[in-house]
């Protein structure tokens, strides 16, 4: 049967408190979009309240932007799907085989502490499928417990946006808490490479996570590789 992949996006476009523009980093979500659909795979997009998923504008920029993300940005089609994601309650966990968390920086207001995404999120992993994110996208599931009660991170080696990686982007001031040391105060393995901003994916059983934007591609084609061994 056909893969299904259930991407999560941000609503958020200013960091809370700041005139500071920021939202989905759009490469995070069109280099894997491109990946699984080589393989067509069946792809939907959701966002913690449904509707926009605001575009972070540094995701635009010159020397960021590739032809992947220009491609999908000049697609009507594909901002469509951006601009009328579904809500959480509008699925059914039971229809996918992954769930892949995609970052910018406004996923740190509202990817952390949404019930409807962390539920979702445990079924899938406790169901067998594949619980991924890519750079911020892992506060998505830095909070999420399994039916156990343990944080499902517990013990569990992941990657994300690293601090050193934050402060070298200029933002440390003003992101709402340190992602990395929440990993590890929720006794995940976090691991980094150890230069900023070089690609990155790590893998433990079911759990696939990617470092920074930089890692969408390969995370990508992890998750590609672990489903081919279901």
């Known amino acids: 049967m056909t893969k299904r992949i259930l991407h999560i996006v941000t609503n958020v476009d200013t960091y809370e408190g700041l005139n500071y523009p920021t939202g989905l980093w759009l490469g995070e979500l069109t280099h894997a979009y491109d990946e699984f659909e080589k393989h067509h795979y069946l792809q939907e997009i959701v966002s913690p309240l449904g509707g926009n998923s605001p575009i972070e504008p540094k995701s635009l920029k010159r020397f960021v932007a590739d032809q992947s993300v220009l491609k999908r940005k000049n697609d009507p089609n594909f901002m469509k799907l951006l601009e009328n994601t579904k809500k959480p ?32 999120t445990k079924n899938i992993y406790e169901n067998g499928g594949i619980v991924s994110s890519v750079c911020h996208g892992y506060c998505g599931l830095l909070n999420v417990r399994l039916s156990n009660g343990e ?10 946006f690293a601090w050193c990686e934050e402060v070298l982007a200029g933002v440390a001031k003003k992101v709402p808490y340190n992602a990395e040391q929440l990993a590890k105060d929720h006794s995940a393995f976090y691991e980094r490479k150890f230069i900023p901003f070089a690609p990155n ?5 079911n759990l696939i996570t990617g470092q920074n934007p930089f890692s969408a591609r390969i995370t990508a084609e992890a998750i590609i590789e672990h489903l081919q061994k279901l």
């Open 201 to 205: 994916v790590v893998k433990d059983g």
């Open 89 to 120: 309650s509008e699925i059914n966990w039971q229809d996918y085989d992954v769930i892949y968390y995609t970052g910018g920086h406004g996923v740190m207001w509202d990817f952390l502490d949404n019930p409807e995404l962390q539920e979702i």
């Open 151 to 160: 944080y499902l991170i517990k013990e569990k080696k992941l990657t994300g």
